[in-house]
């Protein structure tokens, strides 16, 4: 394997009595691309960013970024790593421009008036510049804290959970801009367990789930591997639809009134529908869905996931 | 050097825009010079007010009486001789009273005469925790001496005399440095183990393990930036102390010093006591709790010499004894000796905070 901007093999993470945070894990990154850590709550991701971000030691295990080990020398890579904590608060009584002036500061950086203004228009808070920050909305808030996290340019950004709690525009907001941030070239590191985010965003994505990572590749790859391709939805059929269809040796589910036919193979499609349409139904709507990662996630830890919770 | 300055200026900003910050830095001890101004400048020509029972009415009753008004302590106001000045006492809620005997004048005149039987007894009736109480009995026993001298027409041969060590001085002049000592303990105290507590709560600290700024470079700009505004805040306080009641002490510059050195030692315990804290609230908690008996047992609001022995012996071992005790040395005694004994004291116990903080407060997590 190619040497990775950032090589994590074999971390752990324990705590005592015998709680593995993180356990034996190994991942490379492959820069200017956007990984995404996906998995539920307690999963072990902020762990395992914490680990890479300087501000935990790990129980065993080394992680180097450009590089470097960061259990030994994380200072030297300050000036070229960004870091959104998850849940970033601003400092609640200053305004963006003074909270980015006063950041700037803490890297040494002086930034002139046009460059804050810059720096604030790239996260689309130009408007409110002048605001204090207790009075930004939550999306606001963390558009600042991806705003801080990039005075020193960083060559990697690390973005904990950053769409947390956030209504459905502001994370579409955001997403708009990780992406930007990514096309000028910047490596970034997204937690997150939101399913959407992940699928939306990523080029490589890490399923994590009980300290360990479960499975490894890109959306695409991972629905081919452990989705089932394509679903057709037999929208409000109800059970006795399911009943029949079963009847004549299709695999099928039922979801909230819904009958699921997965199609395992593409050219089966036609010979299925055909068998359906021999069946008199009184589904809504007929319709095909591709699977996605929620599916995924759904067939190798047995849960479905609702806001980080694990749901069965 | 430019990271401190910053920190200094964002977190100044953050501090003097919340409410909180500059209430305890500003108003907080105008409003205590303000209020114990106004208590003690009026205290000094108030009179006791004093029930008197004549039961006997003759003219030496009277002129007992004449003597005590001349006390200039107390404001003489007659209890009605019919009354029985038990009940009258509880029926008024009153805490002092005197009462003249019915046998006052016949007594002193058998005295006068050749059937002296010892002298006749005035009973002042109050309660001895009060202070009004002491004025009282002290007005009591002078007109008495006064009353005794004049009958028996004898020359007073001893007579106290009274002279003021800081001419024009106020009770003021001594609560000020107290009111100094207290603003820079709140503020650094208070404020250093709250900040403690809610920069680990809200990952501030984390965020701050992020950038190039050192711990040490964060604790020396807290104790600058709180140097500075408690440096101010002294010299408002002064000003408004010296317009509205005309105060004597001054603003030295080993006072200005103190200033500083006091805010090392609170601003490096708050820090200390913010190692174990997890949340604000429970900063605010422990702060009150260490902060506030020490207001009150390190000679504040009132000499340690009116504490009872044991208390005294606590507040050998408070370090905002010594804070205060430096100030009064220099703003009001002019004791340059003895405020640097005590202003090396207030260093080396803030070096000791300050260490223990240092090497004990993490931004990391374990």
Redesign the interface.
Known sequence: MSEGLIQVEGLSKHYPPNVKAVDDISFTIQPRQIFSMLGPNGAGKTTTV?IL?????PTSGTATIFGVDVTKDYSSL??R?G?L?????P????KPT??V????????IKMTKSQVNSLLERVDLTERKSV?SRSLSGGEKRKLGIALSLINEPELLFLDEPTTGLDPKARRDLWRLIEEIRKKGTTVFLTTHYLDEAEKLADDVAIMHKGKIVARGSPRDLIARYGKMTVIVLSGAGSEALREIRRRGIEATEENGDVLVPVKDPTEMRAIFQKISGIELHAKDIYTRRQSLEDVFLNLVGAKMDEGDLKP | M??I???I??FG???L??KVGAFFTFAFPILLILLFGAIYSASGNQKVSLPVQNLDGSPFSVAYLNELNNTTLVNIKMIPADANITNYINDNSLSLALQIPANFGSKIAGGLGSNYTGPVLVTVYGDRSQSTFGTAVAAVEAASVSYNYNLSRTLPLVAPGVQDLKEGYKFLDYFLPGVVGITVMTNSLFSMSSICAEYRQ???F????????RKYEWLISKFVFFSIILVLSLLTTFAVASVVFGTHSTITLLSLVMIPAGTFLFVSLGMLLGVGIKDPESGAAVANAIGFPMMFLSGSFFPLDMMPNFLQAIATALPLTYFNNGLRDTMVYGNTGSAIANLLVVVAIGFIFFLLASRLMSW???
């Open positions: 914490e971000e300087g501000l935990r030691t300050r000036d790593v870091i904590p998850q849940s970033f608060e400092f609640d009584n200053l003074e909270a002036q006063y950041w700037a500061g803490l890297y040494d204090i | 430019s990271r300055l910053a920190d200026k964002g900003r953050q501090y825009r919340s809200r990952g501030f984390k965020l701050l393990a992020t950038t190039s700024l990391k997590e374990r």
